[in-house]
């Protein structure tokens, strides 16, 4: 087993990192940018390295000089966290070069599943069902034109090296889709340094499942069930559930077959998330991730099972200690994303924390690396907290839920807490009965206004 790991990350996700390595014994090390001096994750890592000022580009970003901190420091493993580097092939590969394991998959599927068109084509060669769409890149307007007059529109054109719910753009009839074409591939250009789009039909009333899964390097794959990721704003994640309130356990099961099956026949290894639109009854795969989600700790509520202890023994290559016999789904679990954002407007809001108080109790678990006087960067992901709770059915949960959400207190900036009290109150909600449109709709209407 390692030694040490170095957690290329930081906020929550380096925390909970360095909480799995500390329950293995294991010693961390934490970067951080100049930015993040007084960081949460710094202060509880076993040593820290700062690798550059407060721009991720120049610190969480900068390979060398994360790598050189991994060498002062003799750490023998790297854990990338979600986002900066983490389905960074290139890293993944020179981290290797340098004798460190990478926790996480082999450079090769996080380069094959980081190209959607790639991605899409080996699903489909080994017999996962796709949004029906392009065949592979749409290199000019006429081609997407006649791509949408056969799937129908409307249609979604898609940046191949997208992410974040960036670089679509939707074309609700034949005649938008030139400008359609030409914004998409502009904005690609922009955001990826790579302007190859390829076209889906555009599903009006879908779901957000995916489904998580571990493999290791001895061949076993298993699947601890789906997360119900509908509730998004701008194509990004704010309330994720498992399981599905759509999804019974025989269409769990037979999903899962299909996706254990696929990826033992690539080789693939460590842990990853197959990502599906849910409509009449039909999954289509969108996009895998290769790394550890935001919301995978709702998994190991219902499962009972620390992915990333998981993670970080695969990467040391021990085989999984229990098949998919013994995976078990119990209760429902929720979490929601709080974020230093306006409730209603969404624009960021940084800023110093002056009180922070965390709910507490059977059930509920706040991930987080706020504390009281800490002033949240301007320069990072808006993500502050994500408030996960257990119950023993979905209504328990949604009951656990509500009583979170009012006992936590985060003041001295504005967060999205308010939006999630709102949102857990709403009867659709409460009884599940959501698409991925649901959340737009929601916020677009607004609090009610408050009775006299
Ligand atoms: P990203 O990598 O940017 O997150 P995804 O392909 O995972 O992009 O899509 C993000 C979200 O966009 C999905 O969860 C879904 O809400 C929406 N979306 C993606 N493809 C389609 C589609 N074909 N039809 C309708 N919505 C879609």
Redesign the pocket.
């Known amino acids: 087993m390692f030694e040490k790991v170095l957690i290329a990350n930081r906020g929550e996700i380096a925390l909970r990192v360095h909480r799995a390595c500390q329950e293995m014994g294991i010693r961390t090390v934490a970067v951080h940018s100049t930015a993040d001096a007084n960081a949460m994750h710094v202060r509880l890592a076993d040593e820290s390295v700062c690798i550059g000022p407060p721009p991720a580009r120049d610190s969480y970003l900068n390979i060398p000089a994360i790598l050189s901190a991994a060498a002062i420091t003799g750490a023998d493993a790297i854990h990338p966290g979600y986002g900066f580097l983490s389905e960074n092939a290139e890293f993944a590969s020179i981290v290797e070069q340098h004798g460190i394991a990478f926790i996480g998959p082999s450079p090769d599927h996080i380069r094959m599943m980081g190209d ?1 068109i790639e991605a899409k084509r080996t699903m489909a060669r080994l017999g996962v069902p796709l ?1 029906p ?1 392009s065949d592979g890149p749409v290199d000019t307007i006429e081609e997407a034109e006649a791509v949408a007059r056969r799937i129908g529109p409307p249609v ?1 054109i ?1 940046a191949a090296a ?7 753009k939707v074309a609700r009839t034949i005649e938008d889709v030139a400008d359609a074409f030409r914004i998409a591939r502009t904005e690609a250009k922009a955001a990826f340094g790579n302007d190859a789009v390829y076209m ?5 009333r ?1 779901r ?1 499942i995916e489904l998580q899964v571990l493999a290791d390097t001895h061949g076993n794959v298993v699947h601890f069930g789906e997360r119900d ?2 509730l ?1 704003r701008r ?3 704010l309330v994720e559930e498992a399981g599905s309130p759509a999804l019974d356990a025989a269409e769990r099961d037979r999903l899962g077959a299909t996706v254990t099956a696929a990826l033992r026949e690539i080789g693939y290894r460590n842990a990853g998330t197959l ?1 599906f ?1 849910y409509q009449d009854g039909q999954f ?1 795969f ?2 895998m991730n290769t790394r550890l989600q935001v919301e995978h700790p709702v998994t190991e509520m219902v499962c009972g099972v620390d992915l990333v202890r998981e993670q970080i023994r695969i990467a040391a290559g021990i085989p999984l200690g229990f098949g998919q016999d013994e995976i078990r789904f119990n209760g429902h679990a929720i979490e929601c994303r709080i974020t230093a954002e306006d409730p209603d407007t969404f624009l960021p809001t940084p800023g110093k924390v002056t009180t922070y108080h965390a709910p507490g109790g059977l059930g509920v678990r706040v991930d987080s690396a706020l504390y009281a006087g800490y002033t949240v960067p301007p320069y990072y992901d808006s993500l502050v907290a994500k408030l996960v709770v257990h119950g023993a059915d979905r209504a328990m949960a949604l009951m656990r839920l509500r009583r979170a959400l009012e006992e936590f207190v985060i003041d001295g900036i504005a967060t999205t807490l308010p939006l999630h009290r709102r949102i857990v109150e709403d009867a659709e909600f409460g009884a599940g009965d959501y698409t ?1 449109h649901w959340l737009e709709r929601f916020v677009a209407r607004g609090p009610e206004p408050e009775s006299a």
Request: proline fraction near 3%.
């Open positions: 959607k949004v769409g979604l898609k997208g992410g974040g719910g960036r670089g679509m889906e039909k555009y599903l009006d879908p957000h990721c509908s998004q194509h990004q994640k990502e639109l289509a969108i996009e991925i």
